[in-house]
């Protein structure tokens, strides 16, 4: 059993009495300060602070606005450390609590933790292990969503195959869950399955399993009794996934409940070629937000708008930010997404959970690794922030400097200036507005790019009348230079002076404009998947993911496309095993 929810208490005596009473009377209003009242009476244990928790399922799920998810964590194979993230502390959640977010998800990967035969018996360490993370998380004021999660494809998606085995499973997974957590708070919710999938089944199929999986997961929770009988519980669409059908399809499972603490829950992880970079999608460009807008419309459409509240249980991109690897996506661009998503999340009602797998919150620091990015999301919780068409000003070092412009995007603010440090730049001297076109001065850009060393010589930055403000980067270029190598099918590398610059993409054709790499319906393939810069090592290396793709004896013409607008011309061939690699 965890020792922070049961420890011993003692009857207030003497002049603690007084301080008792009053917290009572905070808890009974909702008021906060609690803690701090406990303290002052010389608790030995601060209490929990008093959450309020909203009588309708709508209102407590916006009271969870925003969240965050500690993942690859408890939902790591086979252990809480296996995927490079140290174990949870309690004051990993004060840190989440104190950048404004009010509730947490908490993955679990129950699988290699529980008997694989019946009954299934969850060992008690990790259970109770579970339940200290829960209760560290409850006892900062936070709602907590606690789930199955990786089991959905390790053992839930051969439901084809041992319909009856898994459902077993299932039903006694969540029955143990559902004993240890009954006496919790309502601040606690339960989600059935993280992203539901099933093997060998058709469309018809999965919507039955998964209605069943849900139905089931209703009906164990809700007999289990405790706070279990009105415990807000999480239902997910198949696969997590936001089309109108599937929507439709847990829908109707929640209608046939007739519970009105359902909540529905779906991810959404952006236009999948700009979500990881294919397909030249490189920028957050009216395709993409097209798809943002039309998912969470409809979101509301099918459940917000017929009070049904919506968790969007996981939200990013899928290869960034991605502290492991090279960005594959741009920021600026990864900035955009981020502004746009919270305000169509808010406008549509819909409360977020932010996937965090260790990049945006160290675990090891506690501290945010891009205050920048983390600013401009919180700010999205609750209003809109300028932006521009691109975070950088590319300054050519072997040309002269000529003026540079910028398009604006104000997204209902007012542009208030540029600032590098605390320094107002000049308006009229330094730069230009014409309407949304922000134009650096010739002379400021010859200010601001210095001795005009590569790479970024000046940091600017864009303040409108709200929200956060937008950084621009100006840079010394030159055009990258790549030199001939020579390698084997599995990697080659390729030296890269890349003089300030940064890539954005690579096209790869046969020689008869056919296209090369796995991707073969795009000449444009995915960033670090098939390629990766290493701008410190000065190297572009072509992995065996695209090296072992392409045809023997059959030449290839690579075009790495940078964000300056530089192109560099290079050609690879595969021959038994060993790969030759010459620039233009």
């Known amino acids: 059993m965890s020792t922070v929810r049961h420890r011993a208490r003692r009857r207030a005596q003497g002049p603690g009495r007084l301080a008792a009473l009053l917290l009572a009377l905070l808890v009974v209003l909702g008021l906060p300060g609690g803690t701090a009242v406990a303290a002052a009476a010389g608790a030995t244990h601060p209490a929990r602070p008093a959450v ?3 009588a309708t399922a709508v209102d407590a799920v916006a009271a969870m606005q925003p969240s965050w ?3 690859n964590t408890l939902d790591a194979i086979p252990d809480e450390t296996s995927w490079g993230n140290p174990a949870i502390t309690k004051a990993m959640f004060d840190a989440v609590r104190d950048k404004g977010f009010r509730s947490v998800r908490i993955p679990v990967t129950w699988n290699d933790h529980q008997s694989a035969a019946a009954p299934y018996t969850v060992d008690a360490t990790f259970m109770n292990r579970v339940k200290q993370v829960v209760d560290w998380a409850l006892a900062d004021g936070l709602y907590v969503v606690l789930n199955v999660h990786h089991d959905s494809w390790q053992w839930i998606a051969n439901m084809s195959t ?11 997974t969540w029955t143990q869950i559902s004993t240890t957590f009954r006496d919790e708070p309502r601040t606690l919710l339960f989600e059935s399955v993280n992203e539901p999938q099933f093997n060998n089944a058709t469309d018809t199929q999965k919507a039955q399993f998964l209605n069943e999986l849900n139905t089931s997961f209703h009906t164990i929770v809700r007999s289990s009794g405790g706070g279990n009988a009105d415990r807000m519980l999480v239902l997910p669409t198949l696969g997590c996934t936001p089309s109108q059908d ?7 499972t929640m209608g046939s409940l007739h519970d009105s603490n359902l909540v529905a829950t779906v991810h959404y992880y952006g236009y999948w070629p700009f979500s990881v970079n294919i397909a030249g999608g490189t920028r957050y460009d009216a395709t993409s937000q097209k798809d943002m807008s039309d998912a969470f419309t409809r979101m509301h459409d099918t459940f917000v708008a017929k009070g049904i509240p919506v968790y969007l249980g996981e939200y990013g991109l899928l290869s960034y930010p991605d502290y492991t690897h090279t960005d594959s996506v741009e920021r600026g661009e990864a900035l955009k997404y981020f502004e746009d998503l919270g305000y169509q999340a808010r406008r549509n009602g819909v409360t977020t959970a932010l996937w965090d797998a260790g990049s945006f919150l160290n675990r090891n620091t506690l501290q945010w690794r891009d205050p920048g990015m983390m600013d401009l999301i919180k700010a999205s919780w609750s209003t809109r922030s300028g932006t521009a068409s691109s975070d950088t000003v590319y300054v050519r070092k072997s040309a002269p400097i000529t003026a540079q412009t910028l398009t604006l995007n104000p997204n209902g603010t007012s542009f208030q200036g540029l600032w590098q440090g605390s320094t107002q730049l000049a308006s009229g001297r330094d730069y230009t507005v014409s309407g949304n076109q922000l134009t650096l001065t010739a002379a400021a850009l010859t200010r601001l790019a210095g001795n005009r060393a590569y790479g970024v010589d000046a940091t600017l930055r864009a303040r409108f009348s709200q929200g956060a403000s937008w950084q621009i980067s100006v840079i010394s270029y030159d055009p990258p230079v790549l030199s001939d190598a020579t390698g084997t099918s599995s990697s ?3 030296p890269t002076q890349f003089r300030g610059d940064r890539l954005a993409t690579m096209e790869a054709r046969y020689a ?19 390629f990766t810069p290493d701008y410190t090592g000065n190297s572009i290396t072509l992995t065996s993911a695209f090296l072992s793709a392409i045809t023997d004896g059959a030449p290839v013409t690579l ?5 300056s607008g530089a192109t560099a011309t290079y050609h690879v061939t595969k021959s038994t095993g060993s790969v030759t690699g010459t620039a233009s």
Do not use: C, K
């Open 52 to 54: 309020r928790v909203p």
């Open 69 to 71: 998810n500690v993942g």
């Open 162 to 172: 041992d319909h009856d085995g898994v459902l077993a499973r299932f039903n006694s």
């Open 246 to 252: 599937l929507m439709d399809n847990l829908a109707g």
């Open 492 to 494: 080659l590398t390729i």
């Open 512 to 530: 008869d404009g056919s296209n090369a790499g796995p991707a073969n319906w795009t000449p444009y393939q995915e960033f670090n998947s098939t």
């Open 559 to 563: 075009t790495f496309d940078f964000w």
